[in-house]
């Protein structure tokens, strides 16, 4: 039995392929423990795996309601923070592992992990592109480098790089980097057949289980983009958005939380922020999709351009009017080209097989640790 350790946050779309190729690593009979925030245990417990929460994460949570610049520098500490990596030496020092799994944006945790000389791999949740140009050249990166961060240089440092998402939609490193890439495709739960037997097309609405200034304004607009189509509307607004602060009209259902894997086989088209996991689970269901990026410090807006420039889906800006969207939607509806280029990608989606494929890399890269020791 092989010990693996994944390192993690609460940013919503990274959680979720961790979670997938952990559950799998079990299947498969291996050990799987998690470090994370203290805010993920019950979740995270719930998949069936043992986990520790950090010492000092700092107070940034997903779901948190604060301004902008105060968001942004609680995101921002907590992915430089050195005191993740001090947890994650403590951690293993109780419970070793043969191989320790950390996410791509968790800068603190991949220095402590290279000067202790662990081996790890780096996982990267989105594409590779968009965390590279808004993670790396962005903000973020910045603050790292004043901290003696080099993100580039600490994925370059790990044993592994796996990144959980379709090969042909990404782009690859920069020319001269040392970084070698393992395109593993999306990492996601069971694909379910289609179900669809209504005669009125149903859309699913989902924006980012994250706390997003703005967020409830902009859902308010497409639902009343929505609103005179002939459509049935099937609306998450996750924790970050209150239902009651909506408007919803007769063709539309409000929900807390629905999961999306049950819902996507009944509907035709998914609107989303362009975050990586609604939309790679999308396109492996065949659904166009429609993106309206919102925080454009992450992935969202290079996703949702990628999706345009592939012809799977459409982009409209956040602030569009409800005219705008509707007119979106209308044109996805009635452009059987979208759902054509959605089902070639979502056939490549599911032969890719990316929980398994990152789970037998995982393996391998232990195995070899473990003959090399």
């Given at each position: 039995m092989t010990r693996f350790l994944f390192v993690t946050w609460d940013g919503g779309g990274n959680v979720g392929p961790a979670v997938e190729i952990g559950k799998e690593l079990q299947r498969r009979g291996e050990d799987v423990r998690f470090l994370g925030q203290k805010q993920q245990r019950e979740p995270i417990e719930l998949a069936g795996f043992d986990f520790s929460a950090y010492s000092k994460p700092g107070s940034w949570t997903a779901t948190g309601k604060?301004?902008?610049?105060?968001?942004?520098?609680?995101?921002?500490?907590?992915?430089?923070?050195?005191?993740?990596?001090?947890?994650?030496?403590?951690?293993?020092?109780?419970?070793?592992?043969?191989?320790?799994?950390?996410?791509?944006?968790?800068?603190?945790?991949?220095?402590?992990?290279?000067?202790?000389?662990?081996?790890?791999?780096?996982?990267?949740?989105?594409?590779?592109?968009?965390?590279?140009?808004?993670?790396?050249?962005?903000?973020?990166?910045?603050?790292?480098?004043?901290?003696?961060?080099?993100?580039?240089?600490?994925?370059?440092?790990?044993?592994?790089?796996?990144?959980?998402?379709?090969?042909?939609?990404?782009?690859?490193?920069?020319p001269g980097s040392p970084l070698l890439l393992n395109y593993t495709g999306p990492t996601l739960p069971d694909i379910a057949e289609s179900v669809v037997t209504s005669s009125v097309p149903t859309i699913l609405v989902s924006l980012s289980t994250t706390y997003i200034a703005g967020q409830a304004q902009v859902l308010q607009r497409v639902l009343d983009a929505v609103a005179d189509l002939p459509v049935r509307a099937i609306v998450t607004t996750g924790p970050a958005v209150e239902p009651t602060e909506l408007r919803a009209s007769a063709n539309t259902e409000l929900h807390r939380y629905l999961p999306h894997r049950e819902v996507m086989p009944t509907v035709c088209l998914v609107i989303g922020h362009g975050g990586h996991s609604t939309t790679m689970l999308a396109l492996a269901h065949n659904l166009p999709i429609l993106i309206l990026p919102i925080n454009l410090m992450f992935d969202q807006a290079i996703i949702g351009r990628t999706i345009q420039d592939k012809g799977a889906g459409h982009t409209v800006a956040s602030s569009s009017p409800p005219a705008q969207i509707r007119a979106a939607v209308e044109r996805i509806l009635t452009d059987g080209s979208y759902q054509r280029e959605a089902t070639r990608l979502g056939a490549a989606i599911r032969a890719g097989s990316g929980t398994q494929t990152a789970a037998t890399l995982l393996q391998t890269q232990a195995l070899q640790v473990e003959l090399r020791e």
């Open positions: 604060r301004g902008v610049l105060k968001n942004a520098a609680g995101f921002l500490s907590l992915v430089v923070g050195r005191s993740l990596g001090r947890d994650l030496i403590a951690t293993l020092k109780t419970a070793p592992a043969d191989l320790v799994v950390i996410d791509c944006l968790l800068f603190g945790a991949l220095d402590a992990a290279a000067r202790a000389g662990l081996r790890h791999a780096v996982l990267v949740h989105s594409l590779y592109d968009a965390i590279d140009t808004k993670m790396a050249s962005g903000a973020p990166g910045a603050v790292a480098r004043i901290a003696g961060l080099n993100p580039r240089k600490l994925w370059a440092a790990a044993d592994l790089v796996l990144v959980a998402t379709l090969e042909e939609l990404d782009r690859p490193p920069r």
